[in-house]
């Protein structure tokens, strides 16, 4: 009669965590895998990325529209995306569970910029720019953002050992 390996933790929480270890680590970082550290240096290149257009945005928004505050609203959304962006990659980089925050940070933020972006515009060719950007760029960064935290929210990086000194 064979006998079942004995188990070294009989919590299922331990358990757990080290399967998700070797499956984190076990992800090589070469052309045609998925590696959190390639996706957080994308995201990170794309925070950085927006820094032009924020700066673009800041020079050639009218200074007053509706409101005294039109294109100030638009730079600080477009900031707020970057910065969310940015800070999700240097999490992913770095495999910090944090990162879940700032990507769905980051997928609402987009949306609202999608949103807003179609609903503001005027008929013709500016409404076809914005829906254009909400389609091709908006709302599949903001559907990737959202995926990602889903996923580390089922499947969080490990904890490293330092991580866990600090916290106590």
């Known amino acids: ?15 757990l965590s080290s399967a998700d270890h070797a ?3 076990a992800v090589p970082d070469r052309p045609g895998t998925r590696s959190p550290r390639r996706l957080g240096r994308a995201f990170a290149v794309a925070g950085l990325i927006m ?28 900031s707020c ?29 987009l949306l609202t910029d999608a949103w807003f972006d179609v609903t503001a515009a005027t008929p013709g060719g500016e409404l076809a720019i914005a829906i ?10 903001a559907i990737v953002c959202a995926v990602l935290a889903l996923r580390l929210i089922r499947h969080p990086f490990p904890q490293s050992e330092t991580a866990e000194q600090e916290s106590l």
């Open 132 to 141: 254009a950007m909400a389609v091709c760029v908006e709302i599949p960064v």
């Open 81 to 109: 995306e970057a910065l969310a962006l940015f800070a999700t990659g240097r999490f992913l980089r770095r495999a910090d569970n944090r990162c879940t925050l700032t990507a769905t940070a980051a997928a609402a933020l």
């Open 1 to 15: 009669m064979k006998q079942r390996p004995e188990c070294r933790t009989t919590n299922p929480i331990e358990a």
């Open 23 to 25: 499956r984190w680590s």
């Open 51 to 78: 820094i032009p257009w924020v700066l673009y945005l800041s020079m050639s928004l009218p200074k007053e529209a509706m409101d005294s505050h039109w294109a100030l609203g638009w730079v600080g959304l477009d």
